[in-house]
């Protein structure tokens, strides 16, 4: 007897399955207590390269190194460079996404009022900035019939004169 298999899927529906997905499997996402940059930090080794080479030079001193380098990884914000970067299912990074959630309504609750400071700008900006009653004048125009290579100051010497 024969198993049925289901079709193959498209593109689309591959795409589509793979965004429901998505909401399902999630990386550990990490918040910057500085500037609230939420995106994926940076993992930086501690130690020198250069220190880690030596060490390799010297054979035994090389593995201890490079293990302690590869085990030992800070990690910092991607945009200000800070090492104070937390899981946001942390308590303190609860904490920051609460702040910035009330930053954000803050913000939502003063749009309308800067609005109309906005407008209201742009209207005394229009006032200032009204355009001449009076068109732009053009350059005159050059006789180019006038220009010959003589310079018109040029006087004729008279040899006997000297």
């Given at each position: 007897m024969?198993v049925?298999?289901a079709?193959?899927?498209s ?6 399955k793979?965004a429901?997905n998505a909401?399902?499997i999630r ?8 500037c609230?940059y939420d ?9 020198s390269g250069?220190t ?10 090389g593995?201890?190194y490079?293990?302690w380098r ?6 910092e ?9 937390v899981?946001q299912s942390s308590?303190?990074?609860q ?8 930053e954000?309504?803050a ?6 009022a ?5 407008a ?9 900035f009204v355009a001449?009653?009076?068109p732009?004048q ?9 220009t010959d290579d003589?310079p018109k100051s040029k ?7 000297w």
């Open positions: 024969s049925l298999k079709p193959p899927l593109v689309n529906e591959r795409f589509e793979r429901a909401n399902i990386m550990a996402k990490y918040i910057c207590t500085r609230h995106e994926k930090p940076r993992f930086k080794k501690r130690g250069k880690e080479f030596y060490a390799w030079m010297a054979f035994p001193f593995i201890p490079s293990l590869m085990l030992s990884k800070t990690v914000c991607r945009y200000c460079g800070s090492s104070f970067v899981k308590p303190l990074g904490t920051t996404m609460a702040i910035i959630a009330a954000l309504r913000v939502e609750s003063m749009k309308p800067i609005e109309v400071q906005t209201a700008i742009n209207a005394r900006q229009d006032a200032f001449p009653a009076f732009a053009p350059a005159p125009a050059r006789d180019v019939s006038a003589t006087r004729t010497i008279d040899p006997d004169a």
